[in-house]
């Protein structure tokens, strides 16, 4: 049975290091109902490894987030100003934010900017805007089922391709 050592950070006990094991899991998968068995250091899985793949390691802040200090509240730039190009500050609008779509407001007309970016599910992408680029975005857009807000349909919007820009 494979074994690692983790660092464990300080939360109510003294840092220090552990030594942790896998264990093996026999169960039916959720998704495709076939019988599986996974290896795996935290709880039983509910997926089998076809359905949902093991996640690439990501790096973690190693700062506590009670001790850190609190941010600065970010100025939103209101839809009329990003549609006009009319906002003061250059550094409000990110520059890897590149909108490939108008998210639209069908009761309003009003467009909004956004950028369709690609989750690991290939029919999923997330609906990003220029305000929350680079954190969670609420909406999603399904290429089978449409545009979604935490999950269901979202009818008050409807989704509109920009046209590509000619090469200068």
Same mark, same amino acid.
């Given at each position: 049975? =494979?074994?690692?050592?983790?660092?464990?950070?300080?939360?109510?006990?003294?840092?220090?290091?552990?030594?942790?094991?896998?264990?093996?899991?026999?169960?039916? $998968?959720? &998704? $495709?109902?076939?019988?599986?068995?996974?290896?795996?250091?935290?709880?039983?899985?509910?997926? $089998?490894?076809?359905?949902? =793949? #093991?996640? *690439?390691?990501?790096? !973690?802040? /190693?700062?506590?987030?009670?001790?850190?200090? *609190?941010?600065?509240?970010?100025?939103?730039?209101?839809?009329?100003?990003?549609?006009?190009?009319?906002?003061?500050?250059? !550094?409000? /609008?990110?520059?890897?934010?590149?909108? /490939?779509?108008?998210?639209?407001?069908?009761?309003?007309?009003?467009?909004?900017?956004?950028?369709?970016?690609?989750? &690991?599910? =290939?029919?999923?992408?997330?609906?990003? /805007?220029? +305000?929350?680029?680079?954190?969670?975005?609420?909406?999603?857009?399904?290429? !089978?089922?449409?545009?979604?807000?935490?999950?269901?349909?979202?009818?008050?919007?409807?989704?509109?391709?920009?046209?590509?820009? #000619? +090469?200068?």
């Amino acid at each position: 049975m =494979p074994s690692k050592y983790v660092f464990v950070k300080e939360y109510t006990v003294q840092a220090h290091n552990r030594l942790i094991h896998t264990r093996t899991f026999k169960f039916i $998968c959720k &998704q $495709c109902s076939a019988p599986t068995v996974r290896e795996t250091f935290g709880s039983r899985p509910l997926y $089998c490894e076809e359905c949902r =793949p #093991p996640k *690439p390691k990501t790096i !973690k802040a /190693t700062t506590n987030p009670k001790k850190s200090q *609190p941010t600065k509240q970010k100025r939103s730039i209101a839809p009329s100003q990003l549609r006009a190009g009319k906002h003061s500050n250059s !550094k409000e /609008t990110p520059s890897s934010f590149f909108p /490939t779509h108008n998210l639209v407001a069908t009761a309003s007309g009003e467009k909004i900017p956004v950028a369709l970016v690609p989750t &690991q599910t =290939p029919e999923l992408f997330r609906v990003q /805007t220029a +305000d929350n680029w680079g954190s969670h975005s609420p909406i999603e857009y399904d290429t !089978k089922r449409g545009l979604l807000a935490q999950g269901q349909p979202l009818v008050t919007s409807t989704l509109e391709a920009l046209s590509p820009k #000619p +090469d200068e």
